[in-house]
């Protein structure tokens, strides 16, 4: 409901945005740790990557870890083991854009907070939406875009003032 409400807040209609799992198959007590390296798993993420290639669509938006992980291969650290833990850190590539792992189109990737872990942590809420911007943005084009930055070192004086007030 949180992401529909977005979506709509957004001018997207709902009929124009296509939600898929990672999985078709719900885990044990649901928790997907259970599916990892399951045929279940292996048979969704082919599914998926089918239908990333059927669709073509120009941004797909991960929801979550997990989602990030398989989509573009991003996750974050165990501090104690200083080794990669798929299906953690997602605060740490939220926002970023990279190109999709599933499929043979290479589409762009938008990662973001899961609607369910923004209902438990509340103040992620702004940053799930402007996340969602950001991707709104991105589907008019296919391509995948960086920002560009300008850099000034030692700027005089008008230039410094014109930088502040932009």
Known sequence: ELLERYLGRL??????VYLANLCKHRPPGNKFEA??????????LASLGECIDTI??????ALGAWPTWFLAGKC???P???????????STYRGSRY???????GRKVICTYHPAGVLRNWKNNPIFYMDLQRAVEDSEFPELRY???DE?????SDVLHDLIHE
């Open 76 to 78: 974050g650290k165990n």
């Open 35 to 44: 599916l990892l390296e399951s045929k279940e798993l292996e048979r969704g």
């Open 99 to 105: 190109k999709s792992l599933l499929g043979t189109s």
């Open 11 to 16: 001018n997207v209609p709902r009929s124009s």
């Open 152 to 156: 000034h070192i030692d700027p005089d």
């Open 80 to 90: 104690k083991s200083k080794k990669p833990q798929p299906g953690s850190g997602i």
């Open 147 to 149: 920002p560009s930055y």
């Open 56 to 61: 073509k669509p120009n941004v797909i938006v």
